[in-house]
């Protein structure tokens, strides 16, 4: 378990380096999207570049341009769309939750914001922009600045190691034995 | 009385947004400190550091708002000559301006959103009569994260429905936010079961052997705070129950996340 501080956009080494059960904490920008902007983003593409970018899974509270608070949202409802959006250059998904593995193997990973921490979280978030305002508050893409955004739990590897089914697994073992 | 309805409406969302009752915030500060693994105990650490922000600088804790859930308890001697539900529903639209709340509420097809909270169905009060002349309004903001991993089971009655609700909780843990609070509704009908799991989660903490010992064989599952492993699955199970049907055995399960937020008003 070794503790990093990075910044976005993240490069190949980044994700490749980083291991399941790693602790992250993120500066640089971040870009929230939850489920209308993925449909969106599946029909029409992303409204901006997301080469290396680490996206959030999370439908903000936001007043004018201050983050009240904003801690991640539940991934697995956009587990649908992992595989384009990894496409779409994504090397970091953050959420709660956790998501298939198998599409993070040699290109991404996933990491674990601690869920229901939505005020520490604003407290190390700016809004930089948003796009897709139409869909809503929750449901637009914003643009934050994040700033040691974290403790982040790296809970998907790009190297097939998947902390969740791991806990799950053996979950389910301790039932049956 | 209607405008002190809608005002207690808004004074207890504000203290459930912003803050935890007291004896949740024992529970989650007890289990810190007898959790075993590392990981596990930083990530309880880190909650009680975001309710402690939330508090200090009044903002809502968690950014899911919640969708607006009411317990009323209405004295038996009072009569109201108004609407409850439009004044309940008042104090939600205010809520949503002034606290802020995200809004939430939206058509279950189109998906357009209110932008208040409020629509046909939402506030949903859970009313009960009691003996007295005095008002009771409990707030209960529920989050989706939560809400969404619930379920009933309609079981076979020769199941055991305490494997059922063990191997539930196993495979939905996770994306609901442990440490959980189970709110479990045993008999009665389809929807009176959900009604029970509901009601049971007003009613926590249970303190019966049954409930204890169901909360025991949760927490040796090892899922852990956020679902990545830990001694600490759920913090508390409150199991409400109702005959059944002599063919069916109704089970529900209610899914509460850590953030268990609630505030009552009391109206005299």
Redesign the interface.
Known sequence: MTEYHLRTPLSGADVEKLLAGDVVFLSGPLFTARDKAHALMRRAGSPVSLEGAALYHCGPLILGDRVLSAGPTTSGRMARYTDEILRMGVRAIIGKGGLPGEPFRSRAIYLAYPGGCGAAAAQQLRVLGVHLLELGMAESLWVFEAKEFGPMIVAVDAHGKDLYQEVRRSALEQMLG | MREKVVEATLRALQRAETTLPDWVLQRIEEAAARESH??AR??LQ??L???A??KA?G???????GLAIFHVQLGRDLSLDFSLAEAVAEGVRIATREI?????AVHPQT?Q?SGDNTGPGMPDIILDYVDGHSLSLTAFPK???SE?MSLVGMLNPADDPIDFI??SV??RA??A?PPLFLGIGLGGSFDLAARLAKRALLNMPGESLEELQLLERIN??????????GDTTALGIKIEKAFCHTASLPVAINFQ???NRSATEVIQ
Do not use: Y
Request: net charge positive; charged share 15%.
């Open positions: 590392p990981l930083h990530h880190f909650m550091e975001n309710v922000i939330a600088k903002l809502p804790l968690c950014q899911d708002t802020p709340l995200r809004p939430n998906r959103n989050g989706a994260g969404n063990v191997r196993a495979k996770a994306n936010c040796s599952l090892g899922i852990g705070p956020m679902g990545l492993g996340c850590w953030a």
